[in-house]
């Protein structure tokens, strides 16, 4: 399997983002109200919103998320700028233990019939992740797991 992508998927942020901005990627305004007004949310709770972020600051502790003080940076003069930003989980750790032929172990370590992991789930990174990694565990365990399904014998009826 070859992934292939081409020069559109290539892109190299610019220094200061200014790029970005004329894009439109990031919304820039000289006001909060303006800020408001681009991100299309009401401008009295993202005035009260920021204000708390401030104060929060200004305590030196962040009480909804316990955020550490050194990254609560203040949100004072103008520009100010937005994104849009989306959650995402781009790999978990952990999953069933599994064999190298991707049979999941039960805790004795022992095989449990007919039952194979394959893709992310079986997560062969530790503490760092490695780009694109999941798609080899996706490619090369899908195959092995498919393989060796494929070859069980079908079910006593």
Not at 85 to 107: C, K
Not at 114 to 122: C, H, P
Not at 123 to 140: D, K, M, P, Q, R
Request: proline share 7%; aromatic share 10%.
């Amino acid at each position: 399997m070859v992934i292939v992508n081409d020069e559109r998927y290539h892109y190299t942020w610019s220094e200061d983002n200014l790029a970005e901005v004329k894009k439109g990627w990031i919304l820039a305004g000289e006001t909060i109200e303006e800020i408001a007004a681009k991100i299309k949310v009401n401008y009295e709770v993202l005035k009260l919103t920021v204000g708390r972020w401030n104060n929060l600051r200004t305590k030196g502790r962040d009480e909804d998320f316990g955020r550490p003080p050194k990254t609560m940076m203040p949100i004072l003069r103008p520009p100010f700028y937005a994104m849009e930003a989306w959650p995402i989980v781009s790999n978990t750790q952990g999953g069933p233990a599994h064999d190298p032929e991707q049979r999941v172990l039960d805790p004795m370590d022992r095989p449990i019939p007919r039952l194979y992991a394959a893709g992310e789930i079986t997560s062969i990174f530790g503490h760092l992740y490695l780009e694109a990694g999941n798609i080899t565990e996706c490619f090369v365990g899908g195959k092995i797991a498919g393989k060796n399904a494929a070859a069980e014998k079908a079910w006593n009826q």
